[in-house]
């Protein structure tokens, strides 16, 4: 097994971190959140290399999953895996979405659902998968416990959280979902989020504000 390695692609004018992922020995990869901007993901799946074999999305918000159908069908209809079912409405409504912002985008219908308890693998390196709802009622995450190595799309950033101001925004179950899942995986879990520098679970138990 290989080291695991990955890029950043920041995708739509919300700058949301797409994120390549693969094994330095395989180069075999996985996309996660390819929001859009698909030209410019191909370009760094190119420059890294790589073959990437599976999308996985932690939620249904378009800067997240609006460029997933275009790229699934340029990589010749490899799976899209995620987010829970409960983010089916937003999935759903994405071209809707789109257009009020000007953004053509399409709407997604992942080949897998995925929700607590299960597990994603990119060749021999697992990532467990957490539920946690509040700022989307479907939001994942995906835990790689070996690499101390997680992905927390818009659940939890450097300094800040998820926003809840949805009409289906719960910030009672956001604090929960950190509080209880995330702040126990221990202080040294590294993690990428779906906007700005990631950062560790110790540094947002000690820092963040919105912890407190
Ligand atoms: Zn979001």
Not at 172 to 200: E, V, W, Y
Request: proline residues 6%.
């Amino acid at each position: 097994m290989g080291a695991l390695k990955g890029a950043i692609v920041p995708v739509t004018p919300f700058q949301q971190n797409c994120a390549i992922l693969w094994d330095d020995a395989t180069r075999h990869a996985v996309v996660v959140d390819p929001g859009g901007d698909v030209d410019r993901i191909a370009a760094a799946i190119d420059q890294a290399g790589v073959t990437v074999e599976r999308i996985w999305l932690t939620h249904g918000h378009l800067d997240h999953a609006g460029g997933a159908t275009e790229l699934r069908e340029r990589l010749n209809g490899i799976p899209i895996e995620g987010p829970d079912q409960r983010d089916e409405f937003l999935l759903g409504a994405l071209e809707d979405q789109g257009r009020s912002y000007g953004f053509a985008m399409r709407n997604v219908t992942p080949d897998k659902w995925l929700t607590e308890g299960d597990t994603v693998t990119l060749g021999e390196h697992s990532f467990d998968v957490l539920h946690c709802p509040g700022h989307t009622p479907g939001h994942i995450v995906f835990i790689n416990q070996a690499a101390r190595f997680a992905l927390l799309g818009d659940v939890l950033f450097q300094g800040s959280i998820g926003r809840t101001d949805f009409p289906y925004g719960d910030h009672a179950a956001l604090i929960r979902a950190i509080t209880d899942k995330l702040l126990p995986l221990g202080d040294d879990m590294q993690f990428l989020c779906g906007h700005g520098p990631g950062s560790s679970i110790g540094a947002e138990r000690r820092g963040n504000p919105f912890l407190r």
